[in-house]
């Protein structure tokens, strides 16, 4: 069962390849909608930021990835989205779901636990995407969830998240910003 968004505020949905991409291009989102509002970003209940830089034999899996993403998204529904929402803001998570089924998919979770996954999410107004330059050192892991995988699996994630995002765009459940 997805949260109850309020009617009076718009949800838009940004979805990243590199992180240092995430507040610039909100605000470019923000402004051309000539709206009051706000940003929600990544990691606002400091889950990746805590494990960044664990000492642990054992990586967790994708699995694992995707249900802390889904409760740091939970974090930022509850106590930022919201709320905003219901003081008629306009308000851009950045990331939103699109990122989760992304890595999920890469990862090989099935849809179906996905959708199970987050279906607490309501659904945004409009979902965005920006895929980033993805030349030159990848960013650090806590810039963004991409960089954060791609740091725990010892891969550069940032091509195969353009690839679905490109997909995404092919198929008009996004659109470039």
């Keep these: 069962m997805a949260l109850n968004?309020?009617?009076?505020?718009?949800?838009?949905s940004l979805d990243i390849v590199e992180g240092r991409d995430a507040i610039t291009a909100a605000k470019k989102l923000l402004k051309s909608r000539s709206v009051q509002g706000g940003i929600s970003?990544?990691?606002a209940s400091s889950i990746f930021f805590e494990m960044n830089g664990l000492e642990v034999n054992d990586k967790p899996s994708p699995r694992t990835l995707v249900l802390l993403y889904a409760a740091d998204l939970f974090f930022r529904l509850r106590w930022e989205i919201i709320p905003a929402?219901?003081?008629?803001?306009?308000?851009?998570?950045v990331p939103y779901i699109d990122t989760g089924y992304a890595f999920g998919k890469l990862s090989g979770l099935s849809k179906k636990w996905l959708d199970e996954v987050f279906r607490f999410a309501p659904q945004a107004s409009e979902h965005f995407r920006v895929n980033g330059s993805g030349s030159g050192k990848l960013g650090a892991p806590t810039s963004g969830f991409v960089e954060f995988c791609s740091s725990i699996l010892d891969e550069d994630l940032r091509v195969k998240f353009a690839a679905y995002f490109d997909d995404l765009e092919r198929r008009g459940a996004c659109r470039s910003i």
């Design 5 to 12: 968004v309020p009617a009076s505020g718009k949800l838009l």
């Design 41 to 43: 970003t990544w990691d």
């Design 85 to 93: 929402l219901e003081e008629g803001k306009c308000v851009v998570a």
